[in-house]
């Protein structure tokens, strides 16, 4: 099956729920309401994040949960584990609403 999806991940801009395969997805008018929670989400190209472009915000340490930029969820983000891109040697977690990297706290209780 095929989604009209920009060729990107969605996800909700309210539950942080992955959207792409959700019933009917399409982002042909600009918008999404998502089917887990009702919120009507901005799918234009206007809201693609870069994953590579840190948005102007500063790289630092998160507790894995809560993006230490714009305080959201970081649930649904792109996950990095140590030395996956080669020249990374902490994990970090790209927030899926600013596009911030999180560099994840490495101490495990």
């Not at 915000?57 to 792109?78: A, H, K, M, P």
Request: hydrophobic share 20%.
């Amino acid at each position: 099956m095929t989604y009209d999806d920009k060729d990107c991940d969605w996800f909700c801009d309210n539950c942080s729920v992955y959207m792409n395969n959700q019933p009917g997805f399409t982002t042909s008018s600009d918008e999404w309401t998502c089917t887990e929670c009702g919120y009507v989400n901005d799918v234009s190209e206007d809201n693609i994040i870069d994953e590579d472009d840190n948005q102007g915000c500063s790289e630092g340490y998160s507790d894995g949960f809560t993006c230490i930029n714009c305080q959201q969820s970081l649930r649904g983000g792109s996950r990095t584990l140590p030395w996956e891109d080669d020249d990374n040697a902490e994990a970090y977690i790209i927030c899926p609403h600013c596009g911030c990297k999180n560099i994840e706290n490495g101490d495990e209780d």
